[in-house]
């Protein structure tokens, strides 16, 4: 590593302990010390989970097994939005398929992850909770129903700064 | 001197009373998930401009959903001579007219609205009682009684509403050994999914004098097509905390715990909220109500993974674990979380126990069915006129929920097709639809009321797309601690993409047999043996359609583009 990169390091480091310190929960554990670094910074970087294990009194092993067994946690930074598309059966009956296939057209992608200018994370959902307004997407965990494969394309289009 | 109950009760009733007055208009938007997505917050936004803008004195607040779903985002104005108008569908540009023409002209724009309920008798334009209307005539609303009137921040709304009555009755005039048997009384049988009778359950916890012993909630509700866990929580949450505080006095235990899945913005904010007010006000804490009874509760968050809806997932999940599951025994009352004596309920198994006790056990007994007391929270999704959340009596057909509810088909024909309780319980067809809705009954027809959703299948729907839909959730969500499990899935997802491809042999049927029934004898949990049922309830009715696809036909309705699914390609290491 460079000076520069050792440096930057130690300040997200920092960052993290800062973060793994507030949690207001009596209960703290290695996974919720995980949810809190990742509901901050979005992500989480290897020293997140060296600071957790330090924090926690585990074993970065320890740390990296249930890092790496829940879906929501990512271990490289997101784009600047994260778009939720639903894959679960109720959304797949009224047409979830389409809504994704259009999606990944309009963010030029083949599979989940980060549109190429970075402005859009799609990660595929397996329910987020108002199957009545299916099929549903979500941006940021903010949801929006009834969606057509037309409108959800411009939806990612439109956080992309593209022209519909 | 801590404040009593009584002093709390008159101060609710003041602020209840300042409310529904009719000195001021109250316009209340329905919130909750299906309505946020539905677009509730604009809506929310433009009738305060409104109010603003229009000069007019009214209380605009974000309540709970009322479960009409196919009629959000809902808002509906209580005037001063009591009536309450009820408009669907409101788009945020509409905000202005109403208030212009309802609050400040005081007549209603029936031409939006679709009913009124309350007011002086007389009646609101030519629009129906809305509890005439049959979505609303046919439920009997117990854990769902407060949804769509009361702000679900605000804890003395829902006391004004009856809310820790029975609390203080429990902790005041019961002992914790006559609430155990209230509840054995009442039949309340768990709502998860396993239908085992609470009473019976809290009886396994309550005898330990352990120094510490935990009641835990499971709102982890991974199930696509269910919402009536967070439902409860986002729309009422107190009335959960007050059952989960009850449960705790009853089983002498110390902590409670939620348990929900982190991203769920609006449950996880809703019971952190009503936690914080049930501790400002003495309701949780160190002495609740003056009394010698201690209780601490906490929201514990876990990240995503299906099997963490697990009872011994979850606890592991709790602990900050990988949520797979443990072997049994120990049972959670005799070791559970941290190994201490434990006792797990789902959320609406909690939410009934309230009114139990409040109204006692006679009361819920003579709700529902012999083998099955009190109510199901069903919500409908997928092809149906009225997709909603709806408490109805145990007892009531299938049918009469599909079609006097929900109002039959939308987009096609007719009903083809139902996956009723989660992917891991069955599809049913046509010949099922007369079936009660009762734990037994259910489970006769091959399916179950397991979390309540039903997601209806027009006659486009393709059977094996439908099950490759729920093998391959059923897929990716196993927790891999069990081979038989996590190759089982893997397997038959490959047999029902071949199936879907035009591609499958007819040997692949005894195929999925032989691995279902794998997973069945070799998987620790639910997920593993439960994992056949869609595909072995679907043979049952729908038989020919599946044996259809061995021989190289397509099936009626089709798949989706080349046949290929999209699908998730990250699997748990």
Known sequence: MTTAEIEQSSKLREQIRQILNSQSQPTVTVLSSLIAVQDSIHYLPDEAIKEAATYCGSTINEVWSVASFYTNFRFTPPGEKTLDVCWGPSCHLVGAQQVLDAVQTALDIKEEGESADGKVTLKYNTCLGACAQGPVIAIDHHLIGKQTPESAAKIARDLRGLDN | ?573
């Open chain 2, 1 to 573: 001197m801590p404040i009593t109950f009584e002093q709390l009760q008159a101060r609710a009733k003041k602020r209840w009373e300042e409310l529904t007055s009719g000195e001021n208009a109250w316009i209340r938007v329905g919130g909750g998930t299906s309505g946020q997505a539905a677009g509730a917050d604009a809506v929310l936004d433009a009738f305060k401009s409104s109010v603003e803008s229009a000069g007019v004195d009214a209380n605009v607040s974000m309540v709970s959903a009322m479960g009409l779903m196919y009629l959000e985002p809902q808002v509906d104005i209580l005037m001063p001579n009591g009536a309450r108008v009820f408009y669907g569908n409101v788009e945020p540009e509409e905000a202005q007219a109403i208030v212009e023409q309802h609050v400040k002209n005081g007549e209603p724009l029936i031409s939006r609205a679709f009913a009124y309920s309350g007011g002086d008798g007389t009646a609101v334009g030519n629009l129906p009682k809305l509890a005439s209307m049959p979505m609303i005539a046919l439920q009997q609303r117990i854990a769902t009684r407060n949804f769509g009137d009361t702000d679900p921040h605000d804890i003395l709304q829902y006391i004004a509403n009856g809310g820790y009555e029975a609390l203080n009755r429990a902790l005041t005039e019961m002992t914790p050994a006559e609430i155990v048997d209230e509840v054995k009384a009442a039949g309340l049988r768990g709502r998860g999914g396993a239908a085992f009778p609470a009473g019976v359950k809290w009886s396994f916890l309550a005898p330990s004098d352990a120094p510490v012993k935990y009641v835990l909630c499971n709102c982890e509700e991974g199930d696509p097509g269910a919402f009536n866990d967070k439902g409860i929580i986002e729309n009422d949450p107190h009335t959960l905390v007050e059952g989960l505080i009850i449960n705790g006095y009853a089983t002498r235990s110390t902590n409670g715990y939620i348990f929900i899945r982190t991203g769920h913005e609006l449950p996880i904010e809703s019971a952190r909220k009503a936690i914080a007010a049930a501790y400002e006000i003495g309701l949780l804490g160190k002495n609740i109500l003056g009394t010698d009874f201690s209780f601490d509760m906490e929201v514990s968050l876990t990240g995503d993974s299906y099997v963490a809806g697990e009872e011994t997932a979850l606890m592991e999940a709790i602990e900050g674990k990988r949520s797979t599951p443990r072997f049994k025994p120990p049972f959670p009352a005799a070791a559970g979380l941290w190994q201490k004596p434990t006792n797990i309920n789902n959320v609406k198994t909690l939410a009934y126990v309230p009114e139990i006790v409040r109204n006692g056990s006679d009361w819920f007994k003579g709700i529902g069915t012999e083998t099955t007391s009190g109510t199901a929270i069903v919500c409908l999704s997928g092809h149906i006129t009225y997709p909603g959340m709806y408490e109805v009596p145990m007892g009531m057909t299938i049918r009469d929920v599909l079609e006097k509810i929900g109002g039959g088909v939308s987009e096609g024909e007719y009903i083809k097709v139902l996956q009723a309780g989660g992917p891991l319980n069955g599809l049913l067809g046509e010949d099922a639809f007369d079936t009660m809705i009762d734990f037994d009954a259910m489970s006769a027809a091959g399916a179950s009321i397991g979390s309540g959703g039903i997601i209806v299948g027009n006659e486009t729907t393709n059977v094996v797309d439908l099950l490759r839909s729920l093998i391959a959730f059923n897929q990716f969500e196993s927790c891999g601690k069990c081979f038989p499990c996590r190759l089982g899935n893997t397997h038959m997802l490959e047999i029902l993409d071949r199936m879907c491809q035009n591609k499958a042999k007819s040997a692949d049927l005894a195929l999925l047999e032989r691995v279902g029934t794998s997973m069945k004898a070799g998987s620790l949990c639910g997920h593993g043996q439960l994992g056949f049922n869609p595909i072995a309830s679907a043979l049952k009715y729908f038989g020919d359609e599946i044996k259809s696809c061995l021989n190289g036909e397509i099936a009626p309705g089709g798949v989706y583009g080349d046949g290929t699914m999209i699908l998730p390609t990250r699997t748990r290491p």
